[in-house]
């Protein structure tokens, strides 16, 4: 039973562009919902990460915007560049979960320059 | 700072041998994690330890067992290791269950 759906699974954009990430989740518990990015041979890092009494967050060129009302939330990388390049992972937790993260299925984004 | 440190790196192993792995964290947090990331599923949560002294099944905790031995450790042991088990591992640890650390992998081929 997968808890947090992540689409799409592979992404490629060109330098510049805005690449955008989409995650769903079911468990109306959760409260924290953070995006990792993960390179090839490292560990996931915390990139940026909203609850649910925001709609709508900034960091850098990285913005989650969140819908309550929906059960979704996503990830927009403004003027995005090759160094960008790297699997990106939504995750949720909260509620009984609020111990552990449940991650969705990562997106591999290529920013070709 | 070391912050997560996972060993061994890379490890092969026979069908139906044992092993464990280790993990370490110097950042004096109360909560660790055992993940595990195969191609197409993200990261899934073998076992997690909320705190010293107890440990928890995450949602894919068969053919694995845990030891949480101090607040800095938390080790992994697969007892008799099948193919399905090649996999990378990455062990975390966090203070509330929020910013989640991760270790840098280790990567594992059962065969």
């Known amino acids: 039973q997968q808890q947090v759906k992540q689409s799409p699974q592979s992404l490629i954009v060109q330098k510049g562009g805005i690449p955008i990430i989409n995650c769903a989740y079911e468990?109306?518990?959760?409260?924290?919902f953070p995006w990792y990015q993960q390179f090839p041979g490292k560990g996931p890092a915390l990139l940026i990460a909203?609850?649910?009494?925001?709609s709508e967050k900034k960091e850098g060129r990285f913005t989650i915007s969140f819908n309550k009302s929906a059960k979704q939330f996503s990830l927009h990388i403004m003027d995005s560049q090759p160094g960008d390049s790297a699997t990106y992972f939504c995750?949720?937790?909260?509620?009984?979960?609020?111990?552990?993260?449940?991650f969705g299925s990562g997106t591999r984004l290529l920013v070709r320059p | 700072n070391a912050g997560v440190t996972q060993t061994p790196k890379f490890q092969v192993l026979k069908t139906g041998q044992s092993m464990t792995l280790q993990c370490a964290q110097d950042?004096?947090?109360?909560?660790m994690y055992w993940y595990r990331q195969d191609p197409g599923m993200g990261l899934r949560l073998i076992y997690y330890?909320?705190?010293?002294?107890?440990?928890d099944k995450g949602e894919v905790p068969n053919g694995y067992n845990v030891s949480r031995l101090n607040k800095r450790e938390f080790s992994l042991r697969l007892e008799s290791a099948a193919p399905s088990q090649t996999s990378v591992y990455f062990c975390?640890?966090?203070?509330?269950?929020?910013?989640?650390?991760f270790g840098e992998g280790s990567w594992l081929t059962v065969v």
């Open positions: 975390a640890s966090s203070t509330s269950g929020n910013t989640i650390y």
């Open positions: 468990n109306t518990a959760f409260d924290y």
């Open positions: 909203i609850r649910p009494d925001v």
């Open positions: 995750a949720a937790s909260g509620g009984d979960s609020s111990y552990k993260l449940i």
């Open positions: 950042m004096n947090h109360n909560s």
């Open positions: 330890s909320a705190s010293e002294g107890t440990t």
